[in-house]
């Protein structure tokens, strides 16, 4: 019975015994703090008194804008009225770290979150003798955002992040901003500024609303303005466009007479395709609306397929002409007469062939006598009747020489009046295309320089 005694003695004093952390500050600290403290409950005194909570943002980098995509770091502190000490009575400790999980937390959200960003979890906040909490931590927001991509790759976005309480009514946790809206607005001293996103600016407002025009809620909407940067877009989009539709104005210079250039035509509209094929991945897709950039390529395609068509018509033109009737009248006289007058034309003759360089060898000889006028009256002085069959087929054969080479000559000079004709369209045609190519091109650069510089 003694012995047990003893034994239980020994127990009772090891256990009153002071243990190894009996003396470290911290931990005398935190067992001051959680002793009886209650998580679920908001800390105040005086219930009727909100919590004002306190937040700012900054922007570390814009990751991706398919869905917005941003690295930021929020910032909020509050009293906590139950997390207060003497620093006197724990060797001066003005602050301490405390687990996240042992604290009462705001239930701060952001509204547009779409995502559970790879946000890194910081499991501490900070706690002053004051009773002052600081919670900051980066986080990785996936938001919803209203894309404007019409002005795209020149385009700007505006994307707003709501921060609000989603259960507490504003008499239970009131919202402020850390800093002024003009320090955050012109705040980018932590943002990556080597991505393809420019920060402009950051706006805030503060905001309340009510859903049953009884309890109302506090929020801050904060507007992160970008801008895109457009070099790369103009390098692997616009000038390989550009470069095309140059050499397909290029391909009008080639002679219409020549079938070279429908095939030089026809391959500029296949690597267009191609090109277009490439590219369409590039381009944002959303079912609002088209960005511009896509319509000047669907433009480009229909430019290439209109010149395509009118080389084709110029060449059907000055080709294999043997078929068709003479250029009527009004036609000579709109194409041949005015055209070449407004288009500043001098010699349209130049055009054709020269009449002069192949004449009919049986319309005169030398001496400007026809042979046949010559066979006529050779006729008599042979005298010999055996000859006349003889004669008779030579006529016949030398008559319808003669009409080969009519018909010949006739349908050489139609070939001339629809050459001149078509090389007269050729050159109305392209100073049409040109005006019109020259006349967009203008009105999209101006427009994207002006968006540019906004």
């Not at 009004?330 to 288009?343: D, G, M, N, Q, R």
Request: hydrophobic share 45%; glycine share 4%.
């Amino acid at each position: 019975m003694h012995l047990k005694r003893l034994i239980h003695a020994v127990c009772l004093d090891r256990r009153n015994a002071p243990g190894r952390f009996s003396n470290a500050t911290l931990v005398r600290l935190s067992e001051y703090l959680s002793d009886g403290y209650k998580t679920g409950v908001r800390p105040v005194t005086d219930w009727k008194r909100s919590t004002m909570v306190s937040i700012d943002l900054m922007v570390y980098a814009i990751l991706s804008v398919v869905r917005i995509n941003i690295l930021l770091s929020y910032f909020g502190q509050w009293i906590d009225e139950f997390l207060s000490w003497n620093p006197e009575d724990f060797d001066n400790v003005k602050q301490v770290s405390v687990p996240m999980s042992s604290v009462w937390m705001p239930d701060i959200l952001i509204n547009e979150f779409v995502d559970v960003g790879k946000s890194p979890d910081i499991p501490y906040v900070y706690v002053e003798h004051n009773g002052l909490v600081r919670n900051y931590k980066p986080i990785q927001v996936v938001t919803a955002c209203s894309l404007n991509i019409y002005n795209f790759p020149f385009d700007m976005q505006n994307c707003s992040l709501t921060f609000q309480s989603w259960l507490h009514t504003i008499k239970d946790i009131n919202i402020s901003l850390l800093r002024s809206p003009e320090e955050v607005k012109d705040d980018k001293s932590v943002f990556m500024n080597q991505g393809e996103w420019e920060l402009l600016h950051i706006l805030s407002k503060y905001n309340t609303f009510s859903i049953d025009e009884e309890d109302y809620y506090a929020e801050i909407k904060f507007n992160v303005v970008i801008r895109r940067r457009p070099l790369f877009y103009t390098v692997s989009l616009l000038l390989p466009s550009i470069f095309l539709m140059v050499m397909d104005i290029v391909g009008f210079y080639l002679p219409p007479d020549s079938g070279e250039r429908v095939s030089f035509k026809i391959t500029l509209l296949l690597g267009y395709s191609v090109f277009l094929i490439i590219v369409s991945d590039t381009l944002p897709a959303t079912a609002i609306g088209t960005p511009l950039i896509g319509v000047y390529f669907v433009v480009c395609m229909a430019l290439l397929v209109i010149s395509l068509t009118e080389t084709v018509v110029i060449v059907r033109l000055v080709h294999k002409q043997d078929l068709q009737p003479h250029v009527p009248d009004w036609v000579k006289h709109l194409v041949l007469e005015k055209a070449t007058v407004l288009l500043c034309i001098r010699n349209q003759h130049r055009l054709g062939p020269d009449p002069s360089r192949d004449p009919d060898p049986l319309r005169c000889n030398g001496n400007g006598v026809n042979p046949t006028d010559m066979v006529g009256r050779a006729e008599p002085a042979q005298g010999a009747r055996a000859g006349e069959a003889v004669m008779d087929s030579v006529l016949l054969e030398v008559s319808s020489i003669r009409q080969f080479l009519e018909r010949r000559e006739e349908y050489r000079e139609i070939a001339r009046e629809w050459l001149q004709v078509g090389y007269v369209l050729d050159v109305l045609l392209f100073r049409l295309y040109l005006m019109a190519m020259v006349t967009y091109s203008i009105t999209l650069g101006t427009l994207w320089s002006v968006w540019q510089y906004v």
